[in-house]
């Protein structure tokens, strides 16, 4: 016979306990994830709130002549600043612009009309201005002459008639404060940078196209092999900042412009950047994520053509970069790369601004973007690019992260207008993103292809003539929160699209005219114009692309020129309460361009 033995109360008690146990442990790792998340997303809205508020006064700044000491309180908390400006860089009307708190709100008043609220559901418990001083003319200036007969290498370089061959030996020796001045030729070099300006003393490598300085007029092209320009790094922290490349034709190089980990506020501007690899590509080369990443690049009125790709940020989580007034048209691949290269741990970039600019023509999508590539895409002319105009990628490892996208007509491209995750998982757009102001039209397949539960951020676009359905993923939009899909009514076929206006002389009204979601003023488009007599927009805001005038102007590198004021920000945005309570420290200094053009 088998004797038989039931469990004993002592074995009950320990399975109990075993079983509590480990159900405690479940319940904990689930509040953990769930507390991670959330701490997260109180985050990237502290940090989406600070940096847009940011961006708002930096572009207030680089508009403005001077600061009105009387009026401003610098160097202490709660700091004010008010700044004599103008209305916009086509409207030259005087006007005060004043950036100040008011109960833990930063708030921008224009001349006496009521003042905005540029943060919401954060609080600002520190803003500080401080005069960061006044940027000179360039103490030093290096010459290059290549196609000058006397040039050498061996020579002193200070003249031009003592000029050196090359560029490379110019960087050697240039330090803050210094303008290496380039005559025309054909430079096969890379001109590696090792040394740093300062904000008000900048290194500045100029191409003398019109031949002024140097005495040799033309074209001034950088043939690089690897690296056209290279901004070197040391270590996991230490990059070159404070350096301007301008008025360049860069070619044949793997990398265009490469930017290593640690460079800070560097200007790429107004040169011609084609036959390369990758245009400009900001990355990193310090693996484990043991590296300080680049901040506050400008990279403005290029020309980006040719290329494979134009723009490529490389999981270097470069911070505050602003592209603004390009064209960035038929490269053979994408013309605005973001890639993680599959790193876990790596971002593209953080609080991008994307501005302004043409964006057309590139065999694949004109921008690819990534889930935790976050910041503003605002005023761009995206068409005719072979793939997806704007193209969020699914990733499957990692939170997404705030975008802004509105005011952009985004038209006639091969597939999706917009596309956010893929064909069958489309979540990589977070929640309180905001898609506003645009206009979608004439893509090769749907026009805003997300997912039900980002379908509230869809605000006042027009979603119309796309080949495929308007909004793919989600219900239709049109016809709620000022969606409409309505022919938008363009002045001109192929790329023109001004919209018409019967105070144009055309026979209608474009319905996508006063049908934004707020004043052209709030959404930062004073001065510039969608229709075809360039009349600024005022009023309620119109839907898509803003036209503008803006130039590079004129940029302080030569004796005589007047010195300009740089002021520094200083500001913490605190989101959340308690244990979700999450600090975000943001800082930048800006020059104030009109106080030396």
Same mark, same amino acid.
């Given at each position: 016979?088998?004797?038989?033995?039931?469990?004993?109360?002592?074995?009950?008690?320990?399975?109990?306990?075993?079983?509590?146990?480990?159900?405690?442990?479940?319940?904990?790792?689930?509040?953990?994830?769930?507390?991670?998340?959330?701490?997260?997303?109180?985050?990237?809205?502290?940090?989406?709130?600070?940096?847009?508020?940011?961006?708002?006064?930096?572009?207030?700044?680089?508009?403005?002549?001077?600061?009105?000491?009387?009026?401003?309180?610098?160097?202490?908390?709660?700091?004010?600043?008010?700044?004599?400006?103008?209305?916009?860089?086509?409207?030259?009307?005087?006007?005060?612009?004043?950036?100040?708190?008011?109960?833990?709100?930063?708030?921008?008043?224009?001349?006496?009309?009521?003042?905005?609220?540029?943060?919401?559901?954060?609080?600002?418990?520190?803003?500080?201005?401080?005069?960061?001083?006044?940027?000179?003319?360039?103490?030093?200036?290096?010459?290059?002459?290549?196609? #000058?007969?006397?040039?050498?290498?061996?020579?002193?370089?200070? !003249?031009?008639?003592?000029?050196?061959?090359?560029?490379?030996?110019?960087?050697?020796?240039?330090?803050?404060? !210094?303008?290496?001045?380039?005559?025309?030729?054909?430079?096969?070099?890379?001109?590696?940078?090792?040394?740093?300006?300062?904000?008000?003393?900048?290194?500045? #490598?100029?191409?003398?196209?019109?031949?002024?300085?140097?005495?040799?007029?033309?074209?001034?092209?950088?043939?690089?092999?690897?690296?056209?320009?290279?901004?070197?790094?040391?270590?996991?922290?230490?990059?070159?900042?404070?350096?301007?490349?301008?008025?360049?034709?860069?070619?044949?190089?793997?990398?265009?412009?490469?930017?290593?980990? /640690?460079?800070?506020?560097?200007?790429?501007?107004?040169?011609?950047?084609?036959?390369?690899?990758?245009?400009?590509?900001?990355?990193?080369?310090?693996?484990?994520?043991?590296?300080?990443?680049? !901040?506050?690049?400008?990279?403005?009125?290029?020309?980006?053509?040719?290329?494979?790709?134009?723009?490529?940020?490389?999981?270097?989580? #470069? !911070?505050?970069?602003?592209?603004?007034?390009?064209?960035?048209?038929?490269?053979?691949?994408?013309?605005?790369?973001?890639?993680?290269?599959?790193?876990?741990?790596?971002?593209p970039a953080n609080a991008v601004t994307i501005q302004h600019n043409e964006i057309?023509?590139?065999?694949?999508?004109?921008?690819?973007?990534?889930?935790?590539?976050?910041?503003?895409?605002?005023?761009?002319?995206?068409?005719?690019?072979?793939?997806?105009?704007?193209?969020?990628?699914?990733?499957?490892?990692?939170?997404?992260?705030?975008?802004?996208?509105? &005011?952009?007509?985004?038209?006639?491209?091969?597939?999706?207008?917009?596309?956010?995750?893929?064909?069958?998982?489309?979540?990589?757009?977070?929640?309180?993103?905001?898609?506003?102001? &645009?206009?979608?039209?004439? &893509?090769?397949?749907?026009?805003?292809?997300?997912?039900?539960?980002?379908?509230?951020?869809?605000?006042?676009?027009?979603?119309?003539?796309?080949?495929?359905?308007?909004?793919? /993923?989600?219900?239709?939009?049109? %016809?709620?929160?000022?969606?409409?899909?309505?022919?938008?009514?363009?002045?001109?076929?192929?790329?023109?699209?001004?919209?018409?206006?019967?105070?144009?002389?055309?026979?209608?009204?474009?319905?996508?005219?006063?049908?934004?979601?707020?004043?052209?003023?709030?959404?930062?488009?004073?001065?510039?114009?969608?229709?075809?007599?360039?009349?600024?927009?005022?009023?309620?805001?119109?839907?898509?692309?803003?036209?503008?005038?803006?130039?590079?102007?004129?940029?302080?590198?030569?004796?005589?020129?007047?010195?300009?004021?740089?002021?520094?920000?200083?500001?913490?945005?605190?989101?959340?309460? %308690?244990?979700?309570?999450?600090?975000?420290?943001?800082?930048?200094?800006?020059?104030?361009?009109?106080?030396?053009?």
């Amino acid at each position: 016979m088998h004797s038989r033995r039931g469990i004993t109360l002592i074995e009950v008690v320990l399975y109990v306990a075993l079983f509590t146990a480990m159900s405690l442990a479940v319940v904990q790792l689930i509040l953990n994830t769930q507390n991670a998340f959330a701490h997260a997303r109180i985050q990237r809205k502290a940090l989406a709130q600070g940096n847009t508020a940011l961006e708002r006064i930096a572009r207030e700044l680089r508009l403005a002549g001077d600061v009105d000491a009387a009026a401003s309180v610098m160097d202490a908390h709660p700091g004010t600043l008010q700044l004599n400006t103008v209305v916009s860089p086509t409207d030259s009307t005087p006007i005060t612009r004043t950036f100040y708190l008011a109960s833990g709100t930063l708030m921008m008043q224009e001349g006496t009309a009521a003042a905005i609220p540029l943060t919401s559901g954060v609080r600002v418990t520190n803003l500080i201005f401080r005069d960061a001083g006044k940027s000179q003319a360039s103490s030093v200036y290096y010459y290059v002459r290549g196609s #000058y007969a006397g040039c050498s290498d061996s020579n002193t370089g200070l !003249t031009p008639q003592t000029a050196f061959c090359t560029i490379a030996k110019a960087a050697t020796l240039a330090t803050a404060g !210094t303008t290496v001045l380039v005559g025309a030729g054909m430079y096969a070099e890379t001109v590696v940078l090792t040394h740093s300006g300062t904000a008000v003393q900048p290194i500045a #490598y100029v191409a003398d196209v019109g031949g002024t300085q140097t005495g040799d007029a033309g074209t001034v092209t950088v043939d690089g092999g690897t690296y056209g320009f290279q901004f070197t790094s040391t270590g996991s922290d230490t990059g070159v900042d404070y350096t301007v490349i301008e008025g360049f034709t860069i070619t044949g190089a793997l990398y265009g412009v490469w930017g290593g980990q /640690g460079s800070d506020a560097n200007s790429i501007r107004n040169n011609i950047i084609t036959g390369n690899t990758d245009g400009i590509r900001l990355t990193t080369t310090w693996g484990n994520g043991m590296f300080i990443p680049g !901040t506050n690049w400008t990279i403005e009125f290029n020309s980006i053509y040719g290329n494979t790709n134009g723009i490529y940020f490389d999981d270097g989580e #470069y !911070t505050g970069v602003l592209v603004q007034f390009n064209q960035i048209t038929t490269n053979s691949e994408v013309g605005i790369l973001t890639s993680d290269r599959g790193n876990g741990g790596f971002e593209p970039a953080n609080a991008v601004t994307i501005q302004h600019n043409e964006i057309s023509g590139n065999t694949e999508q004109g921008i690819l973007s990534h889930p935790w590539f976050d910041g503003v895409f605002f005023d761009n002319h995206i068409y005719g690019n072979g793939d997806e105009g704007f193209w969020v990628v699914f990733r499957s490892s990692g939170t997404p992260e705030v975008i802004n996208f509105r &005011n952009n007509t985004v038209r006639a491209n091969g597939n999706d207008g917009l596309l956010f995750g893929n064909e069958s998982d489309r979540s990589s757009v977070d929640a309180s993103s905001v898609i506003e102001n &645009n206009i979608v039209s004439g &893509n090769g397949e749907s026009g805003i292809d997300t997912t039900l539960n980002q379908c509230a951020v869809i605000r006042n676009n027009d979603v119309w003539g796309n080949t495929g359905s308007a909004y793919q /993923g989600c219900p239709s939009q049109t %016809g709620s929160n000022g969606n409409i899909a309505l022919d938008p009514w363009y002045v001109g076929p192929g790329a023109d699209v001004h919209l018409q206006a019967i105070a144009t002389g055309h026979a209608l009204d474009s319905p996508a005219l006063d049908a934004g979601y707020q004043f052209a003023s709030d959404a930062g488009l004073t001065g510039r114009w969608t229709r075809s007599d360039s009349v600024a927009d005022s009023g309620t805001v119109d839907m898509g692309y803003h036209y503008g005038n803006e130039t590079p102007g004129v940029q302080q590198y030569f004796a005589g020129d007047p010195a300009s004021q740089a002021i520094r920000v200083e500001m913490t945005v605190v989101g959340g309460q %308690g244990t979700f309570e999450v600090t975000q420290l943001l800082t930048e200094t800006i020059v104030l361009r009109r106080s030396y053009r």
